[in-house]
């Protein structure tokens, strides 16, 4: 299939932000679209997890957006990989507190504001990323909500999240994230699985795969995304 980037941003961040020595992405968000925006009929939003910086965009967020896109074959199909925050390093204290998220939140709501496309948008959060996007989400006008390995998204229940987005939740059997303790205490910890049977999203379960094959090519998960993203299920 064709892959078309049709545009890459680079978008100085807020001098406030820590120095190159202590994290080279501070440096620049990054933003790459698969696709035509001005002729999709669906526009999906991959929000990344930890560890993705400007440097590694094209093997991890990039990759997953020209997976995703590929395994569609469809023309009227756009996705955009979307770095437009500071993403956690590792497992430390960013990775389990909000304080990114809230960050990044707003700036995907900015974001999905300024799209400007005919088309139906799609806003999928992977890992860490789904905590940036269940935040943001009682201000997404979106059509679907869909989180892959999350932690949590910092509500009880679809209803705390306030959308009226269709929610979905995907989890690979094999995915060491459901081993996360599903708690919050104060701004620690990210609170209920939004895969967990009481949440109340649409949960598509998978045997095998792992964290980090979601939008691997050939994938059941990936195939599923596709379906998502064209309204096929």
């Given at each position: 299939?064709?892959?078309?980037?049709?545009?890459?941003?680079?978008?100085?961040?807020?001098?406030?932000?820590?120095?190159?020595?202590?994290?080279?992405?501070?440096?620049?968000r990054?933003?790459?679209?698969?696709g035509?925006?001005?002729?999709?009929?669906?526009?999906?939003?991959?929000?990344?997890?930890?560890?993705?910086?400007?440097?590694?965009?094209?093997?991890?967020?990039?990759?997953?957006?020209?997976?995703?896109?590929?395994?569609?074959?469809?023309?009227?199909?756009?996705?955009?990989?979307?770095?437009?925050?500071?993403?956690?390093?590792?497992?430390?204290?960013?990775?389990?507190?909000?304080?990114?998220?809230?960050?990044?939140?707003?700036?995907?709501?900015?974001?999905?504001?300024?799209?400007?496309?005919?088309?139906?948008?799609?806003?999928?959060?992977?890992?860490?990323?789904?905590?940036?996007?269940?935040?943001?989400?009682?201000s997404?006008?979106?059509?679907?909500?869909?989180?892959?390995?999350?932690?949590?998204?910092?509500?009880?229940?679809?209803?705390?999240?306030?959308?009226r987005?269709?929610?979905?939740?995907?989890?690979?059997?094999g995915?060491?994230?459901?081993?996360?303790?599903?708690?919050?205490?104060?701004?620690?910890?990210?609170?209920?699985?939004?895969?967990s049977?009481?949440?109340?999203?649409?949960?598509?379960?998978?045997?095998?795969?792992?964290?980090?094959?979601?939008?691997?090519?050939?994938?059941?998960?990936?195939?599923?995304?596709?379906?998502?993203?064209?309204?096929?299920?």
């Amino acid at each position: 299939m064709r892959r078309a980037v049709l545009f890459l941003l680079l978008i100085a961040l807020p001098s406030v932000a820590p120095s190159i020595a202590q994290w080279r992405s501070d440096v620049a968000r990054r933003v790459a679209v698969v696709g035509d925006l001005a002729t999709a009929r669906d526009v999906v939003v991959v929000v990344p997890g930890s560890d993705v910086d400007v440097d590694r965009f094209d093997r991890t967020l990039g990759r997953m957006a020209s997976n995703l896109y590929e395994q569609a074959h469809r023309d009227d199909l756009a996705v955009v990989a979307w770095l437009g925050y500071r993403t956690p390093q590792g497992l430390g204290v960013d990775a389990m507190t909000g304080s990114l998220a809230r960050q990044g939140a707003a700036a995907l709501v900015d974001f999905v504001r300024a799209l400007r496309t005919p088309g139906r948008v799609h806003v999928f959060g992977h890992s860490y990323g789904s905590v940036v996007v269940g935040l943001a989400a009682p201000s997404l006008d979106v059509a679907d909500i869909v989180f892959t390995g999350s932690p949590g998204v910092r509500a009880e229940s679809v209803a705390e999240l306030g959308t009226r987005a269709r929610v979905w939740a995907l989890r690979s059997g094999g995915d060491w994230m459901r081993f996360v303790p599903n708690a919050r205490l104060f701004d620690l910890g990210h609170g209920t699985d939004p895969a967990s049977d009481g949440f109340g999203a649409t949960v598509l379960r998978f045997e095998g795969g792992k964290h980090d094959t979601y939008y691997e090519p050939g994938t059941e998960t990936l195939k599923a995304l596709v379906r998502i993203a064209g309204d096929e299920l």
